[in-house]
């Protein structure tokens, strides 16, 4: 799919293919298998377990998924969702309307029934619900008794998802092989059992839903299932980070369980810090030592680590920091998404210090941005924060391929052999850069000081002005000035010479992508996303600026109530934008509610009637 | 050979007369007694008097925030598990703004020795009381008088099976340089309070006052038998016992990381080709 784009800042729709095969399929009324699967429950009834499993199932079958989660802060009940969305051709974003709703509880029904699409069906199990549905569209499986013949009532979940597969007609092969992969450390007996489970359920529903309206299309070659929270993990370990000290906090909690487990077999050592004004100045401690660091949280953890941050700062000691934003202030909506802290990790910290600020729009972006924000931290020795949110760290995308070509790992640090020849080192020496070599301690005779306070060369405290002035030139505004060089202008995708320009930033990104190609063939229109936030990237240098005062109409969407980015572009250009779309919910856009709301922008700007209907279903 | 010399940095900027005039002294007696230059060893401080103490030896240092010194020297070792790293930090930087991170620190038994100059004042911010404030102690902020109980710093580091908690003080010279080289050479997380006046701010625990009431702990006492250890740590007022007041060999973190066992972290380079080995996983 989208290839990252370091300096090169247009995508041409066109070599992606995407917009020329969906248009081309329109015209040819061609309809696009687009299926959205929803399972719905309390908390701890094995939603997730479901859930991931068919993902992976679809995923492995060579279809593209988009899946995200909503669920509450609590460990059992509850009501909680997870929604797949899988396709022929590449799936960002979740829909409106669902096809296939999995009901573990009632109120699954009572809450989504709503959302079924015309054809849509939902399967449950009466002996659970304690109801029975007669209506049209109802499917019941008996889930707990067919897994009670063929396994163990435990297994009723597995009947689920063979259910599933057997509704859609779907080849059962990578069902089993992934019931065998996930449950292989429980022994062969569990394995078989799971599997004839599934098969009872497929077989099930393959006999009784005969009118199972749904049809496949032919799918492609196995594709890779990547979450959020997974890649910013992927993309830490490839930019050299090999510690990492967090303490739990949704929905960055991930990457801290991606990377203690990686601990296993690879040299990564992951603590769970008493607070977070604990694990950052471990991750300090331990960068200080020569260890790249890094640590993940959320606002209020953020928050925390605050006084840490401006301390990286002082000291010019490297730090990378995962803030996945949820919906504040204080606690908030603990289990959602919101994308209101954008302004704050910019601007947090006491004093002035360089920060590097990057808000991946997807998986692969997370991979290569936050192994870019381990190798901009240590080349500048500075702090650098993954901006991201609960919908981008839960949200599973699929990639036809997936390497680690475009990170880039250089070591930095002074030690070794070079270290050695050094014999009047001064960790704070002043040079053309403004970026003092950073020896590793005890590693030769030369003294390492580092010091919150404001210090002479050699790191230690002084209170002369001459001085003062000396370091804020080298810590702040020389670096500030080489950090500028670095950041990447916005991704432009659709139009060259767009009339209608979306503008968003972060976890929007796969919403809005797929607006433009739902939109393009009617519409002259493109997306400007910005994933590099600080410094604010030069607007002017590649043409965007320009690309905007000549659009009709530029709409900033964004995951919160003030429009944080229309007001950083106004801010930094003096470009006032002409519209925003504002979501403060807690829950992420979907697609139909944007494209409703985008048109609505679209039949003001183009008068009544002009409306464009989106190309499908 | 390293003489006394060799360890003393800027000139400081403490009150003349201050305890930590001693401390510096034996801490520099201690390191060469070790055999250890100054190259060889981290230490780590956060703000406050005592935390200015790296400034004025020779040391490698990080001299950080207020009551953050325990979680940087941790990073440390987990990062380079072969380098002595030593907190120097007071009582309201240890036992007030970083009192979490102490207790936190000692259940790990992080392999850290912290040193708290403890004179039971803030003398930074000009006299108001400390979290060792005896109850009563008057100052401008609590006119009439400390209403808190004194912490206890001893005690609270023996409920927690701290692995090494001794007590010295200024006012002993010989016996402050042994409780470094004890602890310094103890494998695990060791605590040394030290007793210190402070003449600006401190007008009820002077010299005098310790002088006169601090001892040596008896040469046949145990420092392994915990009941007997935490009935010492309740000893305050008339006499004050000072010593390695308890002790134990618990494993120590950095033993029980597997990834640092053979190597320490900044030994092991970065090795692109076993991070690609997780791709197939996504697969």
Not at chain 1, 93 to 99: Q, T
Not at chain 1, 230 to 247: I, K, N, P, T, W
Not at chain 1, 505 to 521: A, H, K
Request: hydrophobic residues 40%.
């Amino acid at each position: 799919m989208i290839p990252f784009v370091g300096g090169d800042f247009f995508v041409n729709p066109g070599r992606l293919g995407i917009i020329e095969q969906v248009v081309a399929a329109s015209a040819k009324k061609i309809s696009i298998m687009d299926y959205t699967i929803k399972i719905g429950g309390e908390a701890g009834q094995g939603i997730q377990t479901i859930g991931d499993t068919l993902a992976k199932v679809f995923a492995r079958s060579g279809y593209h998924v988009f899946s995200h989660q909503d669920y509450e802060s609590r460990v059992r009940g509850g009501h909680n969702f997870y929604q797949i969305r899988f396709s022929e051709y590449p799936v960002m974003s979740s829909r409106s309307g669902v096809d296939i709703l999995i009901a573990l509880d009632k109120a699954s029904i009572d809450l989504h029934r709503g959302q079924l699409n015309a054809s849509g069906m939902i399967v449950y199990d009466s002996s659970s619900l304690k109801s029975k549905y007669e209506d049209a569209g109802f499917l019941e499986i008996p889930l707990a008794a067919l897994a009670g013949q063929h396994g163990s009532p435990v297994m009723s979940n597995t009947a689920a998802i063979g259910g599933t597969l057997g509704m859609l007609g779907m080849q059962i092969g990578p069902l089993l092989d992934a019931l065998e992969q996930n449950f292989r450390s429980k022994g062969a007996d569990v394995v078989e059992k799971n599997q004839s489970v599934a098969r009872a359920g497929y077989e099930y529903a393959s006999i009784n839903c005969p009118d199972c309206p749904f049809i496949l299309a032919e799918p492609g070659k196995p594709l890779y299932l990547v979450r959020g929270e997974e890649a910013v993990g992927l993309g830490a370990l490839a930019g050299g980070c090999r510690f990492y000290s967090a303490y739990p906090m949704t929905p960055s909690t991930g990457i801290m369980d991606y990377l203690a487990e990686k601990s296993k077999e690879y040299p990564v050592v992951v603590e769970q810090a008493e607070d977070e004004i604990s694990a950052i100045n471990m991750i300090l401690g331990a960068a200080y030592a020569g260890v790249r660091s890094m640590t993940g949280t959320s606002g209020g953890g953020f928050s925390l680590m605050v006084e840490g941050l401006a301390l990286a700062g002082m000291t010019e000691t490297p730090a990378v920091i995962c803030l996945g934003m949820r919906p504040g202030p204080a606690t908030g909506f603990p289990t959602r998404t919101e994308q209101g802290e954008l302004l704050f990790a910019l601007f947090a910290g006491h004093g002035e210090f360089p920060r590097v600020v990057f808000a991946p729009g997807d998986p692969m972006q997370a991979i290569m941005l936050t192994a870019r924000a381990l190798d901009i931290a240590n080349k500048y020795q500075i702090p650098a924060i993954i901006l991201t949110d609960q919908h981008l760290m839960d949200s599973e995308w699929t990639f036809e391929s997936m390497s680690l070509e475009g990170t880039h790992h250089t070591d930095y640090r002074l030690r070794g052999e070079e270290l050695a020849d050094v014999h009047d080192y001064r960790r704070y020496a002043l040079t053309e850069s403004g970026v003092s070599p950073f020896a590793v301690p005890g590693a030769s005779e030369n003294l390492v000081v580092e010091d919150s306070d404001e210090h002479d060369q050699d790191g230690h405290i002084v209170e002369d002005a001459e001085t003062r002035n000396e370091m804020v030139r080298k810590r702040t505004i020389k670096k500030l000035q080489l950090i500028r060089n670095e950041i990447a202008p916005p991704l432009l995708y659709g139009s060259r010479d767009p009339n209608v320009i979306l503008i968003g930033w972060g976890s929007t990104y796969g919403v809005i992508r797929e607006v433009i190609d739902r939109l393009s063939p009617e519409e002259n229109i493109a997306m400007m996303h910005f994933s590099q936030l600080s410094p604010f990237p030069d607007l002017e240098r590649e043409g965007h600026l320009q690309l905007l005062n000549q659009a009709a109409i530029a709409i900033c969407i964004e995951n919160n109530a003030t429009g944080q980015l229309a007001g950083l572009i106004r801010a930094e250009t003096g470009f006032q934008l002409s519209a925003r779309i504002n979501k403060y919910d807690g829950r992420c856009f979907l697609l139909d509610d944007l494209l409703e709301e985008i048109n609505d922008h679209l039949e003001r700007l183009h008068g009544a009637g002009s409306r464009v209907v989106p190309g499908m279903r | 050979m390293t003489t006394l010399k060799d360890y003393m940095g800027q000139v400081p900027a403490w009150c003349p007369g201050c305890g930590n005039f001693a401390i510096r002294r034996a801490i520099g007696e201690a390191l060469i007694e070790l055999g250890l230059e100054p190259w060889q060893i981290i230490v780590v401080s956060g703000i406050g008097q005592a935390a200015k103490l790296p400034h004025y030896i020779k040391c490698n240092t990080f001299n950080g925030l207020h009551g953050r010194a325990l979680p940087v020297a941790t990073g440390i070792r987990i990062a380079n598990n072969r380098i002595p790293v030593i907190c120097e930090t007071g009582d309201g930087d240890c036992y007030g703004e970083g009192g979490n991170h102490l207790m936190h620190a000692i259940r790990r038994n992080v392999n850290v020795n912290v040193f708290v100059h403890d004179n039971q004042i803030y003398g930074l911010t000009k006299g108001q009381a400390s979290p060792t404030s005896m109850a009563g102690m008057v100052t401008k902020v609590q006119p009439n008088g400390v209403i808190a109980e004194m912490f206890n710093p001893i005690a609270m580091a023996i409920a927690l099976d701290c692995s090494f908690v001794a007590r010295s003080s200024c006012t002993d010279a010989e016996h402050l340089k042994s409780m470094f080289v004890h602890a310094i050479n103890h494998p695990g997380f060791a605590l040394v309070d030290i007793l210190q006046p402070c003449i600006t701010f401190n007008k009820l625990n002077t010299w005098q006052w310790y002088q006169e009431r601090v001892y040596r702990i008896e040469e046949d006492y145990d420092p392994e038998d915990k009941v007997r250890a935490f009935e010492r740590s309740l000893e305050w007022g008339e006499r004050i016992p000072i010593g390695i007041i308890y002790g134990n060999k618990r494993p120590i973190l950095e033993d029980t990381i597997p990834n640092i066992r053979q190597k320490p972290l900044i030994d092991q380079p970065f090795d692109r080709s076993r991070v690609e080995e997780f791709i197939s996983e996504f697969l």
